[in-house]
């Protein structure tokens, strides 16, 4: 059984920092697989944020984070994180990591945003293992 749990986020001042930890567990090790961090703001769609593919640990970014946020790996521990620095009240939000169901779709030996958001709007949240959500508060 395919599990992730979140840890970290919470609530920081406009240009702080914050780190969250997803724990992927289930996952059949032999296979290179993808892992994403998705945010949720009141009255939007869930939207991707940054994506990683274990193989190449190539990863891509929303045009909004570039710059700021950093997803990275540790694959013998099974952990994905996701670094946010320089904090705007914009990046307010659920933060939810994921995986797809069923492998994932790679071009370029990366898990590209753009395939990522488009398997979320064809298919919707089944379509992935879902951590439990952790809140990001930003205060200016």
């Known amino acids: 059984q395919v599990q992730l749990v979140q840890s970290g986020g919470g609530s920081v001042q406009a240009g702080g920092s914050l780190r969250l930890s997803c724990e992927v567990s289930?996952?059949?090790?032999?296979?290179?697989?993808?892992v994403g961090w998705f945010r949720q703001t009141p009255g939007k769609e869930r939207e991707a944020v940054a994506t990683i593919f274990s193989g190449s640990g190539n990863a891509d970014y929303a045009d909004s984070v570039k710059g700021r946020f950093t997803i990275s790996r540790d694959n013998q521990r099974r952990l994905t994180f996701l670094q946010m620095n320089s904090l705007e009240p914009e990046d307010t939000g659920m933060y939810y990591c994921?995986?797809?169901?069923?492998?994932?779709?790679?071009?370029?030996?990366?898990?590209?945003?753009?395939?990522?958001?488009?398997?979320?709007?064809?298919?919707?949240?089944?379509?992935?293992?879902w951590g439990q959500g952790t809140q990001v508060t930003v205060v200016s």
């Open positions: 289930g996952l059949n090790p032999g296979v290179k697989h993808c």
């Open positions: 994921a995986t797809p169901r069923g492998g994932c779709s790679i071009r370029d030996e990366t898990w590209r945003l753009d395939i990522a958001t488009d398997r979320l709007r064809r298919n919707g949240n089944w379509a992935f293992y």
